[in-house]
């Protein structure tokens, strides 16, 4: 490992602070480029995916549709794959009324359930996202689909709390 601290001259002839520099030599591994074949799993959306292999070998993407980043339509959604990956349900909503809800984290649960931990940021004041000075934490709510993602619970709240 090799380091270095040097000071270097401006075009106008001023210095400049010292500059850090950390070397790491490390291999460099280059591969040929390789066709690939890639599938559109959704049109619009799809921020924060979360890719669950069930163990009938269906794959589940719970992403965030309908909105941008921030947005108070967005709500998350599951879409699904029983051929690998290569054609994808259209998306089934979990919550379908929203406001902005993001961040999922998903598990299979012992039973076989599949749950969904997420946050609502309800914090819009007339479509406009105001978080305001007091900036209460999100609530951390979760649902649950017992028929591999195709119909969820309403949601139900937990003693989690998002970020504030």
């Not at 941008?68 to 998350?76: E, I, N, P």
């Not at 609530?139 to 028929?147: G, I, Q």
Request: aromatic letters at 10%.
């Amino acid at each position: 490992m090799t380091t270095s601290s040097d000071t270097r001259n401006t075009a106008e002839g001023g210095r400049q602070k010292p500059r850090f520099r950390l070397e790491a030599p490390s291999p460099l591994e280059i591969y040929r480029q390789q066709p690939a074949q890639r599938f559109l799993v959704l049109n619009a959306g799809g921020y924060w995916p979360v890719l669950t292999l069930l163990p009938s070998g269906r794959l589940v993407a719970v992403l965030r549709t309908d909105d941008f980043h921030l947005g108070q339509r967005g709500r998350l959604a599951a879409v699904v794959s029983d051929d690998g990956g290569e054609s994808w349900s259209y998306p089934f909503h979990i919550d379908p009324r929203g406001p902005d809800d993001r961040n999922p984290a998903v598990g299979l649960a012992s039973d076989g359930a599949l749950l969904c931990a997420f946050y609502r940021a309800d914090c819009y004041e007339n479509g406009v996202y105001q978080r305001g000075p007091e900036r209460r934490a999100f609530d951390v709510v979760l649902s649950r689909s017992t028929d591999g993602a195709e119909t969820w619970s309403s949601w139900e709240h937990t003693p989690l709390q998002g970020c504030p």
